[in-house]
């Protein structure tokens, strides 16, 4: 089963939940044993294809570190703080952790675009 790790120990992620901002994005990291990795992407793939039919969802794209890290970041973008939050909070989700592997160590997290002016925009 999938364990969760906060990211930021100073800032939880139920505590991001109970904003109300959009647009987000939610940085998730994924910590894996290499025997594990293929049942990791399996789990990850319904999940994707579970949110991505929920509303609220844009986009989401998995990525690995190189060099035979199995260390992944899955990084999505919702619409709205409370569109992440229906369907991360939903129990038929909450009960697909159970497929992911035992040595599966997530960190979810909450994020907001910022403007750096000359480098980059905040919308």
């Known amino acids: 089963m999938l364990q969760l790790a ?3 120990d100073r800032v939880r992620l139920a505590d991001q939940l109970a904003q109300e ?10 910590h894996v044993a290499t025997e594990d990795v293929d049942a990791l992407l399996e789990a990850w793939a319904a999940d994707a294809a579970y949110l991505k039919q929920q509303p609220g969802f844009i986009s989401a794209q998995l990525h690995r570190g ?3 890290s199995t260390v992944f970041l ?3 973008v919702w619409e709205s703080v409370q569109a992440f939050r229906n369907a991360f909070g939903d129990p038929q989700f909450q009960a697909t952790f159970a497929r ?7 960190s979810p997290h909450l994020f907001q675009k910022v403007a750096v002016p000359g480098i980059c925009v905040d919308r």
């Open 21 to 30: 901002v959009g647009p987000v994005i939610l940085i998730n990291t994924f």
């Open 74 to 76: 899955n990084h999505a």
């Open 6 to 8: 906060e990211m930021d």
């Open 100 to 106: 992911y592997p035992d040595s599966t160590v997530a």
């Open 66 to 68: 190189i060099g035979g």
